[in-house]
Antibody, heavy 120, light 107 residues
Framework: QLQLQESGPGLVKYSETLSLTCSVS??????????WGWIRQSPGRGLEWIGS???????YYNPSLKSRVTIPVDTSQNQFSLRLTSVTAADTAIYYC????????????WGQGTVVTVSS | DIQMTQSPSTLSASVGDRVTITCRAS??????LAWYQQRPGTAPKLLIY???ILDRGVPSRFSGSGSGTEFTLTISNLQPDDFATYFC?????????FGPGTKVDVK
């Protein structure tokens, strides 16, 4: 059964870079049927799609975050990551790594989520 | 960008009730709409996709309908496990947008 597991610091300082990694088991991040991506959730912004990567090289980002986001893929480790630069308090949220089913335009698997707090 | 709204934001109900949640898109999304259920402390779980197709294992008391810009999620015979928050989601195939959520709580 597919498992997604987020890892990374729970506390990031204002203006620094948030870095998280998602480890994937029982599926390949290089598969052609799925996107892999990140969604965050906060009381102020609700559920917000951050971005997705397809076949390890094609990336799609939320326009509101595009200038600060990258989602690199490491196929050798079967992992993908999130890097969000210049963080502010507005980036405090639960971050989920997810698998998105391209053909049906839905999120079919979620990690358990990891809380990231931006501190001043 | 397509914006999603939901109503009501909170719905109070009792076990056995029939409840309906509405989701609206700012422009037509044909039937590219999904519904998710989220219980406190857990990740959202897919219930319905393409507006009306139940995901595997989802009880038949859940149903979805609609097309274009207006969609509904109906839960008939509300069960204790169903007290949760429900989100709609649209996608153009590349980007994804969620509604703000509807919390179903105990009357």
């Amino acid at each position: 059964q597919l498992q997604l597991q987020e890892s990374g610091p729970g506390l990031v300082k204002y203006s620094e870079t948030l870095s998280l990694t998602c480890s994937v088991s029982e599926a390949s991040v290089g598969t052609s049927s799925y996107y892999w991506g990140w969604i965050r959730q906060s009381p102020g912004r609700g559920l917000e799609w951050i971005g997705s990567v397809y076949q390890s090289v094609n990336t799609y980002y939320n326009p509101s975050l595009k200038s600060r986001v990258t989602i690199p893929v490491d196929t050798s480790q079967n992992q993908f990551s999130l890097r969000l630069t210049s963080v502010t308090a507005a980036d405090t949220a639960i971050y989920y790594c997810v698998r998105l089913y391209k053909q049906l335009r839905l999120v079919d698997s979620w990690g358990q989520g990891t809380v990231v707090t931006v501190s001043s | 960008d397509i914006q999603m709204t939901q109503s009501p934001s909170t719905l109070s109900a009792s076990v056995g009730d029939r409840v309906t949640i509405t989701c609206r898109a700012s422009q037509s999304i044909t039937t590219w709409l999904a519904w998710y259920q989220q219980r406190p402390g857990t990740a959202p779980k897919l219930l319905i996709y393409k507006a009306s197709i139940l995901d595997r294992g989802v009880p038949s008391r859940f149903s979805g309908s609609g097309s274009g810009t207006e969609f509904t999620l109906t839960i008939s015979n509300l069960q204790p496990d169903d007290f949760a928050t429900y989100f709609c989601q649209q996608s153009d195939g590349y980007s994804f947008t969620f509604g703000p959520g509807t919390k179903v709580d105990v009357k």
